[in-house]
């Protein structure tokens, strides 16, 4: 389903045909709101197994949240994989001691770096991590 930019939110997050795409803490909606979702694409809600991930979202409400979850997530991600972190709007009413600041700021700070925002739905924004391209192997 196409938000309110029009481009569908698979697109907006960078989910092509063939990527390992795990989500943590999404809201229920978050399944059709993806929608088209590109051919082979491999989605679970958990980190079984020990395969890497193109493609990880955390929802997240609270800072410990994202501190106790950010290294394994990112240790998970394909050397080319974006890491999404996202919380809530300030306008959504929603309880987060979350901010853009402080989750741009968190992640830099473990040596990835920030590339892509978005605005995920009314509730929900996002910041992606990646792996700096002298990191990759």
């Known amino acids: 389903m196409a938000g309110y930019s029009g481009t569908p939110l698979a697109k907006k997050l960078g989910i092509r045909a063939g990527n ?12 059709a709101a993806l929608e088209p979702v ?13 395969a890497a991930f193109d493609v990880v979202l955390l929802f997240a409400k609270r800072q410990a949240d994202v501190a106790s979850r950010f290294a394994a997530l990112r240790d998970r991600l394909t050397p080319a994989g974006g890491l999404w972190v996202c919380w809530p709007k300030k306008a959504s009413g929603v309880p987060t001691d979350l901010t853009d600041a402080w989750v741009r700021e968190y992640g830099l700070a473990t040596g990835l770096v920030d590339n892509k925002v978005c605005a995920v739905d009314e509730t929900w924004s996002a910041l992606r991590f990646v792996i700096r391209l002298r990191d990759r192997t």
């Open 20 to 31: 390992r795409v795990c989500t943590l803490g999404a809201p229920a909606s978050l399944e």
């Open 38 to 50: 590109p051919p082979d694409v491999t989605l679970q809600t958990s980190l079984r197994g020990r």
